[in-house]
Nanobody, 128 residues
Framework: VQLVESGGGLVQPGGSLKLSCAAS????????MAWFRQAPGKKREAVAGVDTDDTTSYSDSVKGRFTISQDRVKKVSYLQMNSLKPDDTGTYFC???????????????????????WGQGTQVTVSS
């Protein structure tokens, strides 16, 4: 399985970006994808996840500003990021895993879950 992120870049505070993550290889419709980020000098943190029933979860720091979605036919995950702040700066990673009994792990609450597949990351810089 390969995951490839795209869509990162430099944006001013208050601006928007949309990240994409395309999965290829041995995946099926219950393949789960989530988004993480890592700022310089900080630990990687979960940002958003989406379940097989399209239920979404977000970290408190992005709730209300970011929206995760997934096209299961095309096997692409999207992260729409609005009202960006300098604190959102970092490398954003897409992570993937086969579904667990037809459900996806919640990256926000199941912090111990280890995703087996990761993308290379895309840089997001929020600065004026």
């Amino acid at each position: 399985v390969q995951l490839v992120e795209s869509g990162g870049g430099l944006v001013q505070p208050g601006g928007s970006l949309k990240l994409s993550c395309a999965a290829s290889g041995n995946t099926d419709n219950f393949f789960c994808m989530a988004w993480f980020r890592q700022a310089p000098g900080k630990k990687r943190e979960a940002v958003a996840g989406v379940d097989t029933d399209d239920t979404t979860s977000y970290s408190d720091s992005v709730k209300g500003r970011f929206t995760i979605s997934q096209d299961r036919v095309k096997k692409v995950s999207y992260l729409q990021m609005n009202s960006l702040k300098p604190d959102d700066t970092g490398t954003y990673f897409c992570a993937g895993t086969p579904g667990l009994s037809l459900e996806c792990p919640d990256p926000i609450t199941q912090i111990e879950y280890e995703y087996p597949y990761w993308g290379q990351g895309t840089q997001v810089t929020v600065s004026s």
